[in-house]
């Protein structure tokens, strides 16, 4: 049994797919599937079971994935603090973070750490809520930017900023010449909400169920630059954290302080729960932390 072969399965199980798991590990398809069937041969047991369509774990598979997964932390772990050790001239960081956050931070803070640590190769992941608290609960991100709550158990975190909350709204709507606004005000209002899996999708439908309303949601995306975009135009309504406002074009939405509720959205980083954190780590998060401060001031 070889690292990589862990590296190969652990690949597969998150892609479901042999022939994405190859595109992202470099290696064609065939080539792929032969390891892990030799590995399963090795191994006596089945890992995984094929379908049309479709990739499933056994439980063998389960249970190695498991193990995988922690074998792989701790080679990685032993990696950093052996570069710590020859005084980080190379290495690697993996950074997860949430798309909203990563388009209106990372841009400050990358720069000025690859200035101070040009041998450290950057690896930036974007993903969902859920999944990024996954991949950072395995380890496989060496830090992540996340909003609270966090779901996972197996994080550490480590408090970042704590945000206003605003809704968006048309620079032509009656609300628009308003100070502020009660969200209680909003029941009869068409929302423009980011598509489920996203964390501040969660944050948003709590906080009309918590004015005492289901929020009637007419459009979705993605990202939220093209929510504002919607709103702009007069389609909807939408909350934003504060950060995603500033900067805005000129035919930007008007954004409203929300009276009754004052929501804010907490940010964190988030790292796996005993993780061994390099000296490239705690750098970055300490500009990230000087960055969120000057934000402030």
Do not use: W
């Not at 720069?111 to 609960?137: C, D, H, K, S, Y």
């Amino acid at each position: 049994m070889e690292i990589r072969q862990l590296q190969y399965v652990l690949k597969v199980s998150e892609e479901r797919n042999f022939s994405r798991a190859a595109d992202k590990l470099h290696l064609a398809q065939p080539s792929l599937s032969q390891q892990i069937m030799k590995l399963e041969k090795e191994l006596g047991v089945q890992l995984f079971e094929r379908r049309p369509g479709d990739i499933v774990l056994t439980f063998a598979g389960k249970r190695f994935i498991d193990q995988a997964s922690k074998i792989l932390d701790q080679v990685e772990m032993l990696k950093k603090e052996m570069l710590d050790v020859a005084g980080m001239r190379k290495g690697q960081l993996v950074i997860g973070s949430l798309p909203i956050t990563g388009a209106h931070v990372l841009p400050s803070a990358l720069p000025i750490f690859q200035r101070e640590f040009p041998g450290i190769e950057l690896v930036l992941i974007e993903e969902t809520t859920t999944n990024l608290e996954m991949l950072t609960a395995r380890g496989q991100t060496d830090l992540s930017l996340l909003s609270m709550p966090i779901s996972e158990q197996g994080l550490e975190i480590i408090p970042l900023l704590e945000e206003d909350i605003l809704l968006a709204v048309p620079p032509n709507h009656p609300l628009a010449k308003q100070q502020d606004v009660r969200l209680a005000e909003c029941l009869e209002e068409s929302f423009i909400f980011l598509k489920k899996g996203q964390g501040f999708r969660k944050i948003s439908e709590q906080l009309c169920h918590d004015a005492g309303f289901e929020p009637n949601v007419i459009f979705e995306s993605t990202n939220i630059e093209t929510v504002q975009s919607l709103v702009a135009a007069g389609m909807g309504v939408a909350f934003v954290p504060k950060m995603v406002t500033r900067g805005y074009p000129s035919n930007h939405p008007i954004y409203l302080p929300i009276s009754d509720l004052k929501p804010t959205r907490k940010l964190v980083i988030g790292h796996k729960k005993g993780r061994y954190l390099s000296k490239a780590a705690n750098s970055f998060i300490s500009i990230m932390k000087n960055i969120i401060l000057q934000g402030e001031q």
